[in-house]
């Protein structure tokens, strides 16, 4: 069926019930199918060449917006933070608070700085960020199949956003939630919008006005992607859940957590820097029967 699911790459606990549900997704039609799925490190690559991609965070925090004094600031709360988000030792419950605290300070940091609202398009312009190879037939197949791509980040949504329209992917599906900078009426940073999205509150909690996934209620067939524990509850605004193929790209401390990951998610993707597994799927799922 889907010859991708033989990549080295690929783990699965149980690929019986995987390819089984694959074949539910395709009987039930592309009718009843939508994506869910992360940005950073999810839609974007991890790394390249040795070094690590920028996320839409960082891509501001490296940018020339930035004082020194601030960069070394940010620099410090992620060298804190990052271990505490990513232990495989400490539960959720544990990591939420101190989540909020570092996008908190995180985004004071920022509105300190006098970033321009038209300064982005340049910011990501000179940034290192790529998106995973493959991503054109991502979100082409997507776009031709009408299967609606909802994007659910903890990142910043403005930079995201640029991301993929300076990519020339930036359809009519797409939809994203995310963090967007409040702009004053010079266009000059003064804070961000409510509600503030972390890695571990992307669930209902912050998608209050589901609209969005009301208006799609007859969609309830999920492919769900993401890079992080918090990912799972992405599809949480859905009401009706039929079927959910939950694919998790595993970029870092992989022996660590490869078990944690191999229990949550249907597929893991061990350091695969493509889209080339969920492509197939798709291309077997879209494909006219």
Known sequence: QVPELENATVRMKNPECV????????REGTGKLQVISDFDMTLTRFGFN??????SHNI?????????????????LLHHYYPIEIDPYRT???????????????????????ILKSDIAQMVKESEVML???FNTFFDQLQQGNVPLFIFSAGVGNILEEIIRQAQ??????????????????????????????TYNKNNTVLENTEYFQQLSARTNIILLGDSMGDLTMADGVANVHH??????LNDKVEEQRLKYMDAYDIVLEKDETLDVVNGILRYILMET
């Open 19 to 26: 390819k089984e549900r694959i074949s539910s997704l395709r």
């Open 50 to 55: 040795g070094q690590r991609c920028p996320t």
């Open 60 to 76: 501001i925090d490296n940018s020339r917006a930035i004082s020194e004094e601030g960069r070394k600031k940010l620099k410090a």
């Open 92 to 114: 959720v419950e544990d990591k939420l608070p101190l989540m909020v605290e570092w996008w908190t300070k995180a985004h004071s940091l920022l509105s300190q700085q006098k």
């Open 132 to 134: 995973r190879d493959g």
């Open 169 to 198: 992917v930036y359809h009519p599906n797409v939809n994203v939630v995310s963090n967007y900078m409040d702009f004053d009426d010079d266009g000059v940073l003064r804070g961000f919008k409510s509600p503030l999205i972390h």
């Open 244 to 249: 959910i193929l939950k694919i998790g790209f």
